[in-house]
């Protein structure tokens, strides 16, 4: 191909904390507008900023699943610049002595395994939000994300395609979730990218005039973001049409286009200085151990284990391990019920279906995994069938209800005696001659609608599997 497409991302990360970077206002995502604001995060002149420790935990175990170098002595920094969403006219961050640097994350693409290196991460405080009103032709603030931890991951322009950049966010999203950093939900800002882009011709190690994407919060818009600003670039560099300029740039998705918001700045243009109300932070061997003994399994660690140790599908595993909180349900369900296929089936195909008719999002289901379990044990048993079951774990999901003394309150065990089956077989018999007829005629559909009136007529509780048999002889006598 003529021309390479650059680019290199900048992936801003809200920490998973109770209380926000510099004072003790909630971190939570959802409260109504400007309802956790105090003078400190409002800008109020003489409030000082108090570290949140928990927030720099955090920021050490992002350096520690990005293969990162953590500084012994980081620092904070004043990034100058006057927005109406930034009430101290400054922003909190780290320039001089970030916190890491010189990391890097391994992604699959179809050429194989690729490493994106990682310039450094940083800690930073985080602005309001505009609410631009259409109707009113007015713009309201919410300082409920001011100082709002983040870290910043910034890459190296390592990428050069749009699904490079797609399997690194969701490498990374993985990474991160997985370790407890944040939940990395995009569609509620707690991960943002901005993409930094670039065209010039196939050979050349000069890089071009960069874009900078601004605030994409979704895959899909990154995807289409990256494919229309490279063919603008192109365009201009064939025909001449546009002077390439250095600029941030916002998606339209209604559109389709990007369109400009401003020229890009420079480091200079912020006049960062050393923020005089922080001292150094030293992040001594031990700190960095006890963050590290804490972390649990990643993701990929994980998959890998389900796959090759447990024995399950390669589908079963990515499911599971695609969240985080399905990993955690399949672990301590395991440990009440050591059969893996069958505890990632009932997940898989039943707990997940249940919250999906509940709209529960998969990162909030929450059900107790031994009763969980002991459904999967009652059926694995013969003690209920499979519909019971099923039914039974929507009451221990929806009413948190003790699957044993359910099944026995309710008389839903298995009916086993087989005089009572075959009193209810001959009934149904007698009542659907034309059923038989069609059976014994080599209608095989026949044969199932007669094993769903058995069930029906014993209430689901007699096991499919006799019900089968018995029908079977029956039928053939």
């Known amino acids: ?59 050490i175990a992002a350096a520690l699943v990005t293969n990162s170098e953590i500084a012994s002595v980081m620092t904070f920094d004043k990034k100058n610049y006057f927005y109406p969403d930034l009430p101290t006219g400054y922003q909190i961050t780290q320039w001089f002595a970030p916190i890491c640097k ?7 693409t179809p050429g194989g395994k690729k490493s994106i290196t990682l310039q450094r991460i940083h800690m930073e405080e985080d602005a309001g939000k505009l609410i631009h009103d259409p109707y009113t032709r007015s713009t309201l603030v919410d300082f409920n994300r001011s100082s709002v931890p983040l870290v ?66 979704s895959l899909k818009a990154i995807t289409k973001a990256i ?70 399994e990643p993701a990929h660690a994980k998959f890998e284990r389900m796959t090759s140790v447990l024995g399950l599908p390669e589908y079963d595993s990515g499911l599971i391990t695609g969240n ?22 009932w997940i898989i195909g039943d707990l997940l279906a249940i919250a999906k008719a509940s709209a529960t999002p998969d990162d909030n289901i929450v059900i107790d995994c031994k009763k969980l379990a002991e459904v999967i044990k009652l059926v694995d048993e013969g003690v209920i069938n499979r519909a019971t079951g099923k039914k039974l774990l929507v009451k221990v999901f929806q009413e948190n209800v003790d699957p044993e003394t359910y099944v026995r309150e309710n008389a839903l065990g298995i009916v086993s ?28 559909k026949a044969f199932g609608f007669l094993v769903g009136q058995v069930m029906k007529k014993t209430a689901g509780k007699a096991d499919p599997r006799t019900v089968n048999e018995m029908l079977t002889d029956m039928l053939s006598s």
């Open 1 to 59: 191909m003529k021309y390479e497409v650059v680019m290199g991302l900048e992936v801003h990360i809200e920490l998973s904390t109770e209380s926000k970077l510099f004072c003790s206002c909630s971190a939570k995502f959802g409260a109504e507008a400007n309802e956790n604001v105090c003078p400190a995060c409002a800008g109020m002149p003489g409030m000082p900023a108090v570290l949140n420790k928990k927030a720099v935990d955090l920021a």
């Open 102 to 108: 010189n990391g890097y994350v391994e992604i699959e």
């Open 152 to 217: 910043e991951i910034v890459s190296n322009p390592d990428f050069r395609t749009a699904e490079e950049v797609v399997a690194y966010l969701e490498k990374l999203r993985s990474l991160l979730s997985f370790a407890g950093v944040s939940d990395c939900k995009m569609q509620e800002g707690s991960m943002r990218c901005d993409v930094n882009l670039s065209v010039r011709e196939t050979g050349n190690t000069v890089l071009g005039t960069r874009t900078e994407i601004k605030n994409m919060n």
């Open 227 to 296: 494919e229309y600003e490279s063919q603008r670039h192109i365009d201009a560099l064939e025909t001449g049409c546009e002077t390439l300029i250095q600029q941030t740039r916002r998606w339209d998705e209604d559109r389709g286009e990007t369109f400009p918001m401003r020229e890009k700045e420079e480091a200079a243009d912020y006049r960062y200085f050393p923020n005089p109300e922080l001292m150094p932070v030293h992040i001594g061997m031990d700190w960095i151990d006890s963050v590290r003994s804490a972390l649990p």
């Open 324 to 345: 985080r909180n399905l990993a955690r349900i399949f672990d301590e369900t395991l440990a009440h019920f050591d059969k893996p296929k069958e505890v990632s089936n």
């Open 417 to 444: 005696d087989t005089g009572l089956l075959e009193t209810a077989i001959r009934e149904v018999l007698a009542e659907n001659e034309k059923s038989v007829k069609d059976y014994q005629e080599g209608k095989q």
